[in-house]
């Protein structure tokens, strides 16, 4: 089983599925990773602040050196969080070390607080020089969006907000259509702790059984039908196989028609601007004390 691509604003092309790291340890990473990689998937998603770069760099290693792939097969994202946005240059170097690795496919700016006009620049920068091929933001809307294109040499290639069947975030695919950037779907099954609330919805139930799918793999088909790129999360090797198997059934127009509807429901992420200026611009771990 391999993932479709889609060509991105820079050119490239990305997978539309891949891997989610958030919240796992670096050992889950490795593991989760290297079993993503077995299965098929060639898109991999951490960040500094995940603190597992060093597992996901294990796993994609123990995968490369066992044949499964090569490094240019996999697209590997990871994100820059706000205490490095005014040093990018220092943040990249270390971020490829301990990944591993010699460059990143794609690079985010995680938050849309602090100094994101200057992360966003030296992202710029961070292309130039070869150590970044595409850039992209995380956790922004139409303002902040606005304020990084008003400087931007390079159009954002990605946008990976908060995006499920209950939040579905079309204004932001309209705002960003000009600019020819995807959106990536964070939470894609609704996140750890809300899946039951996605998986229990009657619509996605009936539209599961309808094809003999799980709830988990009718999302990621909708995700997939709707143009969403997805990175589902788990440290559980069954559930990663189980969640590439959705691109052998298709969603009829009536059951797309039927989850649209589902948009608005519940957004999960309920954190202020204000409180997030205040509890992520102030928070500057030590990114290379990991495992
Ligand atoms: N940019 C951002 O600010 C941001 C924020 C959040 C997430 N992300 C990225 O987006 C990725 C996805 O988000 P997420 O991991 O938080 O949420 P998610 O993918 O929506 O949900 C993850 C949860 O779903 C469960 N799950 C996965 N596949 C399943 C299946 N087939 N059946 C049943 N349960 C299943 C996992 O279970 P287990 O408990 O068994 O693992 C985990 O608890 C993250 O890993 C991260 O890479 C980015």
């Given amino acids: 089983m391999t993932t479709p691509t889609v060509k991105i604003n820079s050119g490239y092309e990305m997978p539309v599925l891949g891997i989610g790291c958030y919240i796992l340890t670096p050992d889950e990473a490795e593991n989760s990773v290297y079993h993503a990689l077995k299965d098929g998937y060639r898109l991999i998603d951490t960040a500094n602040v995940y603190m597992n770069e060093r597992g996901v760099g294990r796993g994609m290693k123990r995968a490369i050196d066992e044949g499964i792939c090569t490094r240019e097969e996999i697209f590997l994202t990871t994100k ?8 990018v240059e220092a943040a990249v170097e270390d971020t490829l070390e301990r990944l591993d690795t010699e460059y990143i496919d794609l690079l985010l700016l995680h938050q849309s607080v602090g100094n994101y006009i200057a992360g966003y620049q030296g992202m710029e920068r ?3 020089a070869g150590k970044v091929k595409s850039i992209g933001l995380s956790n922004f809307y139409e303002v902040k969006f606005q304020k990084v294109l008003d400087v931007a040499k390079i159009k954002p290639a990605v946008l990976q907000n908060e995006t499920h069947p209950f939040w579905q975030g079309n204004d932001m695919k309209e705002f960003m259509k000009p600019f020819g950037t995807i959106l990536e779907a964070w939470f894609p099954l609704g996140g750890r702790d809300n899946t039951k ?3 229990g919805d009657a619509t996605i139930r009936e539209i599961a ?12 088909r909708w995700h997939y039908q709707v143009g969403n790129i997805a990175i589902p999360g788990s440290a ?7 969640n590439i198997e959705i691109f052998d059934f298709e969603l009829t127009e009536d059951e797309m028609a039927r989850i649209a509807e589902l948009d608005g429901k519940m957004r999960f992420f309920t954190m202020s601007e204000e409180q997030q200026e205040a509890q992520f611009a102030n928070y500057a771990p030590d990114f290379n004390n990991q495992k």
């Fill in 197 to 199: 609330d996605v998986f």
């Fill in 209 to 220: 059984e309808a094809h003999g799918k799980t709830p988990a793999q009718t999302v990621l």
């Fill in 236 to 242: 559980d090797e069954s559930e990663i196989a189980e």
């Fill in 80 to 87: 820059l969080w706000p205490s490095e946005y005014e040093d």
């Fill in 126 to 128: 961070a292309v130039e």
